[in-house]
């Protein structure tokens, strides 16, 4: 076992209220961080809530019948959340993706959906809007998100043994109910369906060829798999490197039955390499924060389910964009706060980690992905 537990009933991060610049930036145009990264990518934390208590990210021991979720009050509204998302499209995002926790917790996500749907780039685009889920609310809800607007999900499955699964979620949820969720998902039209699964060495790796030969056989090459490095996100999932399975060793295993061959990113910024399939089978990725870091061209934002913006996903501080949402602040004013933090930016925790480099993050607390989305 690494980093010891540490339950806390309940957790709160730093956040400082953004400065609002003297010269007010023009409420739109193009941004670069210190490391001349644009912001494309804003993936937004609808609630910190889940049904599920995976343990490299909700630990049941911290996350158990005590600890105090957000309370409804202070979770950004779907008008709050809109607002700030068309300033973050004016300054070049096109791509939205909807997180949690577990996002189809929240009610009437849909409504969102369609307001979100509804804004385009400054050069009229449509949106890439996406959403990650565990799935286990998929088959009921896949109809009315994909009619609100939805184009394409990603589902978090780790096993496809039922035994498995239910022991990687802890609340003992049966694999069948997400496979059916996926089902439906590509019923309505959602695509392409990505899967993710997060590979823990000793826990679900016997999985990784089963799973993969589930997917090409029942899916095709519609539905993209793909394997996440086990990563030390927060300070709860007693992280340790002995538990890591480096993408290197999974891509090993899969091509000695199905033979791969890599390809190219789709574009800048993507986090997994894309591997395809030598028989048409389709294409799998690997997400390697661990081993092979892909923070030089990172051009994601998180917002946090109350509004924090965090530009990193081991982060410890967020910048507190909800006091501007909810303040008399005007829209150039608010645009012009988060020009100033992304220029400011210069994280790139993964490399840091993989330099050995103590400095790695802030030695402050890093922030848990329940709170602001993987
Ligand atoms: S560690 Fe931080 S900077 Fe690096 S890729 Fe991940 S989110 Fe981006």
Not at 155 to 170: C, E, I, K
Not at 223 to 244: K, P, Q, S
Request: charged share 25%; glycine share 8%.
């Amino acid at each position: 076992m690494g980093e010891t537990f540490i339950p806390l009933a309940d957790l709160r991060y730093a956040a400082d209220v953004p400065r609002i610049p003297e010269t007010a930036l023009p409420p739109g145009g193009l941004l670069a961080d210190r490391l001349g990264r644009p912001l494309r990518d804003l993936r937004i934390s609808v609630t910190d809530r889940c049904n599920f208590r995976c343990s490299y990210c909700m630990p049941k021991e911290v996350f158990d019948k005590a600890y105090r979720f957000l309370p409804h009050s202070s979770l950004l509204s779907f008008e709050e959340i809109t607002r700030a998302a068309r300033l973050f499209v004016a300054h070049g995002v096109s791509k939205l993706r909807l997180t949690g926790g577990e996002p189809l917790l929240r009610k009437n996500l849909e409504l969102l959906i369609e307001q979100l749907a509804a804004l385009r780039t400054p050069e009229g685009e449509a949106l890439d809007i996406t959403l990650t889920t565990n799935g286990s609310l998929l088959e009921r809800k896949a109809e009315a998100l994909r009619a609100a607007g939805l184009r394409r999900v990603t589902v978090s499955l780790d096993a496809l043994d039922d035994t498995v699964f239910r022991r990687m979620n802890d609340v003992d949820f049966p694999v069948a109910d997400v496979l059916r969720g996926i089902d439906a998902a590509l019923r309505v039209g959602l695509a392409p369906i990505k899967i993710n699964m997060v590979v823990k060495r000793g826990t679900n790796d016997h999985e990784i060829v089963p799973l993969a030969r589930h997917v090409r056989d029942a899916y095709g090459p519609g539905v993209i798999l793909r394997f996440i490095e086990y990563m030390d996100v927060g300070a709860t999932n007693g992280w340790c490197m002995d538990e890591v399975l480096p993408s290197a060793a999974v891509v090993q295993r899969l091509t000695e039955v199905f033979p791969l061959q890599p390809l190219q990113p789709n574009a800048s910024g993507e986090t997994a390499a894309r591997w395809r399939y030598l028989d048409g089978g389709g294409e799998i990725g690997v997400i390697s924060s661990v081993t092979q870091a892909f923070c030089r061209d990172c051009n994601r934002a998180r917002l946090s389910t109350e509004g924090k913006l965090f530009l990193c996903l081991f982060a410890s501080r967020g910048h507190d964009l909800r006091t501007l949402l909810r303040g008399a602040y005007s829209d150039e004013q608010i645009a012009a706060a988060i020009g100033l933090i992304w220029g400011e930016r210069e994280d790139r925790y993964s490399e840091l980690r993989g330099a050995g480099a103590a400095a790695a993050g802030s030695g402050e607390r890093r922030v848990e992905m329940h709170y602001i989305g993987g």
